[in-house]
């Protein structure tokens, strides 16, 4: 078992990828949140290398890229994430102590954060964060003499003397344990995880951040019990859960009794020995969080022979921490939409690893629709964490920005932000509840044409009254041209411009309610006869009093001649012209009081019988 477990393999270098990624983002969380202090405990450090026992005298491994770093055992992995992440935030506390002092300014010495009480603090330094000096325990655990041995030479390559570093702004210190991880657990109980320190900005005793990698090979150093210390607030742990051996070492029942905390694994019986497996994962992440985690996520990882061998069980209180680690299961999956390993598929198809990202996004963006359509006023951060925490997917704001070209998501009216696709977290959206809404949106924010434009401004703001051109945001104003032509737009009462066709931005219009309140509206507006125009002007004007005709704007003087003629309009008392035109319409009224200035009132409809002359 020892020679199989130092063997190196592919997935074991996946399997060293993902606590690679996950601490990269992990130590800097919680600095940057300001925490002081950080632990990182590995259960089963071995000799921090693989290949060679020791690492080359000279050899500089805090340079190395991701590629080199999955060489590294999980020992100088951790110290590699940490020293990288230190060097980091000293440039950072070295930026801040440039900038001039003040709170526009917010610049503060790094020698006035070292010696200011946690209590002086003041509001530059609240907002900043960061507080010197930050420093970090690192516990190797390893039974074994030798090997011992080789871990320290390797992890002396991190360290000037007495294996720990101390610059006055960031400090660690590596604490070695030669004994079994079970017997080094009281004192690491004690001495880190029950450790609560005040926090500077919150001003309380909070648990110190740990971070666990617990990778026995077997079963029985890892009682529930033991583990349950690691889980809990400021806390996460990522654990291998050797689920072959449940099958091999049945009998052994005391021992993976005291694995699961529990007896019900023994009722798991699937025939497929797969399916079995995945029992053992889902229970065990139930017991974990039953236990103390809120969160947990499993990646499986299978052999040459494509068999399934172990899960990897990420366990964790925080869901900022929970999407960074599916983001490094992400790097080493080979299905966008399963966390899993198969070294099988490398062996087949002779490829070489990666450790990329490779998501498909418009298999997410479809995700989303499905488990939103037809739901209004939804927040970017409630889609971030419905992804993160109910699928398999990394939340990425592109698959929004590709539901917005389609048309199946839409910004809520007068919330939409300054630049186009840009989605910040507390943003609401709409989605589309068919894909026959989607289309017809889809003309409205990606249209290609001003046609297609014109038809998505019609489908979402039919029946609107007062609408700013400014809120509506036209690609082309040619399309607001061609719905006013459409009689679907008409300019608000006494807004009307000097320009036909003029859309500036300040300027409300209204929508039409219907298609056929458009047609008559589009007798009004763009009337190809006189009597157009006459229809057009009865069905927008009847039963109004007092309009004034240089407010109507005709197109044909003569259309009004036609609605007296009908007696659908007649003149307000006082305002009658001094002549009329004649049959024909041919004499305009052209005195002081011509029809132009005259005021004219319709006749509702119930009214056209009573009169039998006009006035």
């Given at each position: 078992m020892a020679a199989f477990c130092n063997k190196d393999t592919e997935h074991g270098r996946a399997k060293r990828v993902i606590l690679h990624k996950t601490l990269q983002a992990w130590f800097p969380i919680?600095?940057?949140?300001?925490?002081?202090?950080?632990?990182?405990i590995d259960g089963f450090s071995a000799a921090g290398v693989y290949g060679e026992t020791e690492l080359a005298r000279g050899d500089n491994p805090i340079t190395r890229r991701v590629n080199e770093v999955c060489e590294m055992g999980s020992p100088l992995i951790a110290l590699h994430d940490l020293t990288k992440c230190f060097a980091k935030l000293t440039e950072q506390l070295e930026y801040q102590a440039t900038l001039p002092p003040g709170p526009e300014g917010e610049g503060i010495s790094i020698q006035e954060l070292l010696e200011t009480p946690d209590k002086a603090l003041n509001e530059r330094q609240l907002k900043?964060?960061?507080?010197?000096?930050?420093?970090?325990?690192?516990?190797?655990?390893?039974?074994e003499a030798d090997v011992m041995q080789y871990l320290r030479n390797n992890t002396g390559a991190w360290n000037s003397r007495d294996y720990q570093y101390d610059d006055g702004i960031v400090k660690y210190k590596i604490h070695y344990k030669q004994k079994t991880f079970q017997e080094a657990h009281q004192e690491i109980n004690e001495n880190f995880l029950r450790v609560k320190d005040q926090h500077p900005i919150w001003v309380r005793d909070v648990p110190r951040p740990t971070f666990a990698f617990i990778d026995p090979c077997g079963y029985s150093h890892t009682p529930m019990d033991m583990v349950q210390n690691f889980l809990g607030e400021n806390k996460s742990a990522l654990i291998?859960?050797?689920?072959?051996?449940?099958?091999?070492?049945?009998?052994?029942?005391?021992?993976?009794?005291s694995l699961f905390g529990c007896q019900e694994w023994r009722r798991i019986t699937a025939e497929d020995c797969e399916e079995r497996y995945i029992s053992y994962a889902k229970l065990y992440e139930e017991k974990l969080r039953e236990r103390g985690a809120t969160y947990t996520l499993s990646f499986a990882m299978k052999d040459k022979s494509n068999n399934l061998m172990y899960y990897l069980i990420f366990a964790t209180n925080d869901k900022e921490i929970l999407s960074k680690a599916k983001e490094a299961f992400n790097r080493?999956?080979?299905?966008?939409?399963?966390?899993?390993?198969?070294?099988?598929?490398?062996?087949?198809?002779?490829?070489?690893?990666?450790?990329?990202?490779?998501?498909?996004?418009?298999?997410?963006?479809?995700?989303?629709?499905?488990?939103?359509?037809?739901?209004?006023?939804?927040?970017?951060?409630?889609?971030?964490?419905?992804?993160?925490?109910?699928?398999?997917?990394?939340?990425?704001?592109?698959?929004?920005?590709?539901?917005?070209?389609?048309?199946?998501?839409?910004?809520?009216?007068?919330?939409?932000?300054?630049?186009?696709?840009?989605?910040?977290?507390?943003l609401q959206i709409n989605f589309a509840s068919s894909e026959e809404?989607?289309?017809?949106?889809?003309?409205?924010?990606?249209?290609?044409?001003?046609?297609?434009?014109?038809?998505?401004?019609?489908?979402?703001?039919?029946?609107?009254?007062?609408?700013?051109?400014?809120?509506?945001?036209?690609?082309?104003?040619?399309?607001?041209?061609?719905?006013?032509?459409?009689?679907?737009?008409?300019?608000?009462?006494?807004?009307?411009?000097?320009?036909?066709?003029?859309?500036?931005?300040?300027?409300e219009i209204d929508f039409a309610l219907t298609e056929d309140q458009a047609t008559e509206l589009k007798h009004l507006q763009n009337p190809e006869t006189e009597e157009q125009e006459a229809e057009g002007i009865w069905f927008k004007y009847q039963g109004r009093q007092a309009i004034m005709?240089?407010?109507?704007?005709?197109?044909?003087?003569?259309?009004?001649?036609?609605?007296?003629?009908k007696r659908?309009?007649?003149?307000?008392?006082?305002?009658?012209?001094?002549?009329?035109?004649?049959?024909?319409?041919?004499?305009?009224?052209?005195?002081?009081?011509?029809?132009?200035?005259?005021?004219?009132?319709?006749?509702?409809?119930?009214?056209?019988?009573?009169?039998?002359t006009w006035v």
């Open positions: 919680y600095f940057n949140r300001g925490f002081r202090r950080v632990n990182y900043y964060g960061l507080r010197p000096p930050l420093m970090a325990d690192i516990v190797l655990v390893e039974k291998n859960l050797m689920v072959q051996y449940f099958d091999r070492f049945k009998a052994d029942q005391g021992n993976i009794d080493v999956t080979q299905e966008g939409d399963d966390f899993k390993f198969n070294a099988f598929y490398i062996k087949k198809n002779k490829r070489t690893l990666t450790w990329l990202n490779i998501q498909n996004n418009e298999d997410l963006a479809f995700v989303i629709w499905e488990d939103f359509r037809g739901r209004e006023a939804v927040r970017v951060c409630d889609i971030n964490d419905h992804v993160t925490l109910d699928t398999p997917y990394i939340f990425r704001k592109a698959a929004l920005v590709m539901l917005y070209d389609q048309g199946m998501v839409s910004y809520i009216e007068g919330a939409a932000p300054a630049k186009k696709h840009d989605f910040p977290n507390e809404e989607a289309a017809k949106l889809r003309k409205l924010q990606n249209p290609g044409t001003p046609e297609e434009e014109a038809e998505g401004i019609w489908f979402k703001y039919q029946r609107r009254k007062g609408i700013r051109v400014g809120d509506i945001k036209p690609r082309w104003k040619e399309a607001l041209v061609i719905l006013y032509d459409q009689g679907k737009v008409s300019y608000i009462e006494g807004a009307q411009q000097d320009r036909r066709h003029s859309f500036p931005d300040d300027l005709v240089r407010d109507i704007k005709p197109k044909w003087k003569t259309s009004l001649k036609i609605l007296l003629d659908q309009l007649h003149y307000d008392e006082g305002h009658e012209p001094r002549r009329l035109v004649n049959h024909r319409g041919k004499c305009l009224f052209s005195l002081a009081h011509d029809l132009h200035h005259s005021a004219i009132a319709f006749y509702p409809t119930e009214f056209l019988g009573m009169f039998s």
